[in-house]
């Protein structure tokens, strides 16, 4: 890196870890990686954050996209990943404000 501000790269074996937690989480469900300028740029928390959504087998999409750092890939559990997708995908109808 060439400071202590560098955003770092996720390596290939953080993407591997990551990937495989993820489908011990929903192995009914495609992962669909993308990055900051995938899912519109403006929304990551900085340039290197990578992002993932779960796709069925017709393409139809049941997560929003969930960002992670590349310095957490590495420790992201079955449960931590349930807990992140299903905070964004509720099938509960929300409440409305009066």
């Known amino acids: 890196m060439k400071g202590s501000h560098a955003n770092r790269k996720a390596t290939d074996e953080e993407m ?13 469900y495609e992962i669909v990686w993308g990055s900051h300028g995938d899912y519109g740029g403006h929304r990551a928390p900085r340039d290197h ?23 957490w890939l590495s ?8 807990k992140k997708v299903g905070r ?11």
């Open 49 to 71: 954050t990578l992002a993932f959504r779960l796709r069925d087998k017709w393409g139809k999409y049941h997560s929003n996209v969930i960002w992670v750092a590349p310095e």
């Open 75 to 82: 420790s992201i559990t079955v449960g931590w990943v349930k």
């Open 16 to 28: 591997t870890y990551a990937t495989q937690v993820i489908q011990e989480a929903y192995p009914e």
């Open 88 to 98: 964004g995908t509720s099938d509960k109808a929300r409440s409305r404000r009066k």
